[in-house]
Each structure stands twice: as structure tokens, then as C-alpha cells.
């Protein structure tokens, strides 16, 4: 009755396997890990001395913490994930309506052109006057508001 018992480790692919499966357990609870004491300081319903103590639980007793954490609170876990990647999202495209739109209020040389086109039509300014502003328009130098010179600042 000497019968041979193998395991995994007396074959060497089984081996590989069996290590790679825990390596990758080892980074899935890290993973779960930090996601916890992240979610912690992230509730905002929980007081301070209540995220102290979650805290102290899950670092002093880390699996037992963890999983309690997530018996106990884990069903908002992904609402305040989510609550917070919306607020993240809503806060960038808010930037960028703000950006857009602060280009509305600059002048583009197409606009300043036809400006300076009335007020030559109106006769404010000569035509050379009009070439100069022109071309200070046309170089990027007389666009966003800048008058040309000779240019009237206010209507005669």
C-alpha cells in the first residue's frame, strides 16, 4: 500500500499555473484593498472618528476588515464610484462650455474686417486708413479689439 500521491508542484505546467493563480488572488486583493480605504475617505455620510475606525480595521486586521467593509457597506461602494465619476465628468464639460465660450466673445479677423469695411463705407476713416487697418487685421497684430492706427476709437 505505498501508492504515490502527486500534487501539482511535481509537474511543472501545473506548477507554473498554481503560482500564477496566486499572484494574480495576491493582486486581486490589493486591488480590493484600496479600493475600501479609498471608498472610506470618499463617504461622505460617514463622521470622521467612524472613517478612523474603519480605517484602523482594515489595516490592523486587513482581510477580516476588508471583508466585513464590504458585507456592511459594499452595496454604495459603486453608487459613490459612480457619483463621483459624474460630478468628475459634469465638472470637465462644464470647463470646456467655459472655454468655448470664451471664444465667442473674442472678435476673429473676418468679424473685425467687416467692421472696419462699415466704418469706411460711413466715411469715418480714408482709404488708406482703411489699407493700414487692413492689413494690421490680415498679420494677427490688429484683431481681438485692437484699433488700427488712425482709427477712430469712438464714432464721430
Given amino acids: 500500500m505505498s501508492a504515490q500521491n502527486y500534487l501539482a508542484y511535481d509537474f511543472p505546467l501545473l506548477s507554473a499555473f498554481w503560482s500564477m493563480l496566486w499572484f494574480f488572488l495576491w493582486i486581486m486583493w490589493f486591488v480590493l484593498l484600496f479600493r475600501v480605504v479609498l471608498d472610506i475617505f470618499r463617504d461622505d455620510s460617514l463622521s470622521g472618528g467612524a472613517k478612523a475606525g474603519w480605517l484602523v480595521f482594515c489595516v490592523v486586521l486587513p482581510f477580516l ?35 468655448a465660450r470664451g471664444g465667442e466673445n473674442r472678435t476673429s479677423s473676418v468679424d473685425e474686417l467687416a467692421r472696419l469695411s462699415e466704418i469706411r463705407s460711413r466715411g469715418d476713416i480714408t482709404d488708406e486708413e482703411f489699407r493700414r487697418a487692413k492689413e494690421l487685421v490680415l498679420s494677427g497684430s490688429g484683431a481681438s479689439g485692437a484699433s488700427a492706427p488712425g482709427t477712430p476709437t469712438s464714432g464721430r
Avoid at 79 to 92: L, S, V
Fill in 65 to 99: 476588515g476588508v471583508f466585513v467593509y464590504v458585507l456592511a457597506r459594499g452595496r454604495n461602494m459603486g453608487r459613490r464610484e459612480t457619483d463621483q465619476a459624474r460630478a468628475q465628468q459634469q465638472a470637465f464639460d462644464s470647463y470646456i462650455r467655459q472655454t
